[in-house]
T-cell receptor, first 109, second 116 residues
Framework: KNEVEQSPQNLTAQEGEFITINCSYS?????LHWLQQHPGGGIVSLFM???GKKKHGRLIATINIQEKHSSLHITASHPRDSAVYIC???????????FGTGTSLTVIP | EPEVTQTPSHQVTQMGQEVILRCVPI?????FYWYRQILGQKVEFLVS????????KSEIFDDQFSVERPDGSNFTLKIRSTKLEDSAMYFC??????????????FGSGTRLTVV
């Protein structure tokens, strides 16, 4: 069974803090998505990566294929970063993504 | 950057009515997908579509659901007779290549379906 686990489930941070959200998965993958979901429910793709590290502004995503683990980091967090962050893993076989349950982030001013 | 576009963003329908959710995938993509997220739950795969036919579907995708690519740009999900439990966010996605889930796999922002 393809499992994607995220931690923590909920996270509250003070503005300016460095934030890390973790994702682990159980099967070999070809790609991993990090997505952001706002209260209205719509999702925005932040990163898709298959190796190494990607950076976009204050967001950094890393993946360790051997350890089947990925992290999303937010530097200098801001209240507008408050959202649910979802990890989705795409296995080597098949073409669907398997989603984690999401991490709900609240950044307090 | 190319986007997957979904319309409408929110749709309300009466129980028992048919509903069609629309998606415009990225223009050169060949594989198309629908996912569903019931409130408070994780996003789940419904179906993938390639070369005008379903290539993979989940247990959720029963006879009430159908997909179609009616023209060169749209990809639709039809629910024949909606039930209250069909209320969810529905996400469309597309990719250039299917196997390996890597190539340009892009999600739309979703349509919230509310069945009353």
């Amino acid at each position: 069974k393809n499992e994607v686990e995220q931690s923590p489930q909920n996270l509250t941070a003070q503005e300016g803090e460095f934030i890390t959200i973790n994702c682990s998965y159980s099967v070999g993958i070809s790609a991993l998505h990090w997505l952001q979901q706002h209260p209205g429910g719509g999702i925005v793709s932040l990163f898709m990566l298959s190796s190494g590290k990607k950076k976009h502004g204050r967001l950094i995503a890393t993946i360790n294929i051997q350890e089947k683990h990925s992290s999303l980091h937010i530097t200098a967090s801001h209240p507008r970063d408050s959202a649910v962050y979802i990890c989705a893993a795409g296995p080597n076989t098949g073409n669907q993504f398997y989603f984690g349950t999401g991490t709900s982030l609240t950044v307090i001013p | 950057e190319p986007e997957v576009t979904q319309t409408p963003s929110h749709q309300v329908t009466q129980m028992g009515q048919e509903v069609i959710l629309r998606c415009v995938p990225i223009s050169n993509h060949l594989y198309f997908y629908w996912y569903r997220q019931i409130l408070g739950q994780k996003v789940e795969f419904l179906v993938s579509f390639y070369n005008n036919e379903i290539s993979e579907k989940s247990e959720i995708f029963d006879d009430q659901f159908s997909v179609e690519r009616p023209d060169g740009s749209n990809f639709t999900l039809k629910i024949r007779s909606t039930k209250l439990e069909d209320s969810a966010m529905y996400f469309c996605a597309s990719s250039l290549i299917g196997q390996g889930a890597r190539y340009g796999y892009t999600f739309g922002s979703g349509t919230r379906l509310t069945v009353v």
